[in-house]
T-cell receptor, first 115, second 116 residues
């Protein structure tokens, strides 16, 4: 079975500061990893995904994540936060082909961006 | 990509009643899922909605409590039966669709259910 742990249910950064949202996974087989964003009263939107190709994955809105097998981590980063980045972020893992399978989600991290 | 709509967007229901949530996709999709997001918690998969056959439920979820229909490749319903306050959650429909050369999971906006 696979699982995901997101450290920090709330993260607050200043506008322009680095964003770092942590995600660690547990999987008995090579995982596929995803980051989703959920804006208020909206559904989840895929930010980026790792599917065993390049370990550094670039996504939308300037976000990127690096798969580190030795650390079982897939942390999400953005060099400079914008006010519009304020949302809930979910890390998810799947052990089947790409996203065409069931996802196991972390508990989410709410990102607050302050002036 | 796939555009998903859900009805209702929110509802307040009395305990003991049932609510049916609809999920409509703008294109034919093979795989559809129903998730639950309880307050302050993560998303949990309820079941996979199978077209033309019974849904496949995850551990802890049963058909009597969450009956699911999938009459065609663009539509599904989830019913929350005999509701209790513990059923207060956001219920999300998800589909797998083709994005370029790969597949992605798309999520609907969710249905926010409050049971009093």
């Amino acid at each position: 079975a696979q699982s995901v742990t997101q450290l920090g249910s709330h993260v607050s950064v200043s506008e322009g500061a680095l964003v770092l949202l942590r995600c660690n996974y547990s999987s008995s087989v090579p995982p596929y990893l995803f980051w989703y964003v959920q804006y208020p009263n909206q559904g989840l939107q895929l930010l980026l995904k790792y599917t065993s190709a390049a370990t550094l994955v670039k996504g939308i809105n300037g976000f990127e994540a690096e798969f580190k097998k030795s650390e079982t981590s897939f942390h999400l980063t953005k060099p400079s936060a914008h006010m519009r980045d304020a949302a809930e972020y979910f890390c998810a893992v799947s052990v089947n082909t790409g996203t065409a399978s069931k996802l196991t989600f972390g508990t989410g991290t709410r990102l607050q961006v302050t002036l | 990509s796939a555009v998903i709509s859900q009805k209702p967007s929110r509802d307040i229901c009395q305990r003991g009643t049932s609510l049916t949530i609809q999920c409509q996709v703008d294109s034919q999709v093979t795989m559809m899922f129903w998730y639950r997001q309880q307050p302050g918690q993560s998303l949990t998969l309820i079941a996979t909605a199978n077209q033309g056959s019974e849904a496949t439920y995850e551990s802890g979820f049963v058909i009597d409590k969450f009956p699911i229909s999938r009459p065609n490749l663009t539509f599904s319903t989830l019913t929350v039966s005999n509701m209790s306050p513990e059923d207060s959650s956001i219920y999300l429909c998800s589909v797998v669709g083709l994005a370029g050369h790969t597949y992605e999971q798309y999520f609907g906006p969710g249905t926010r259910l409050t049971v009093t």
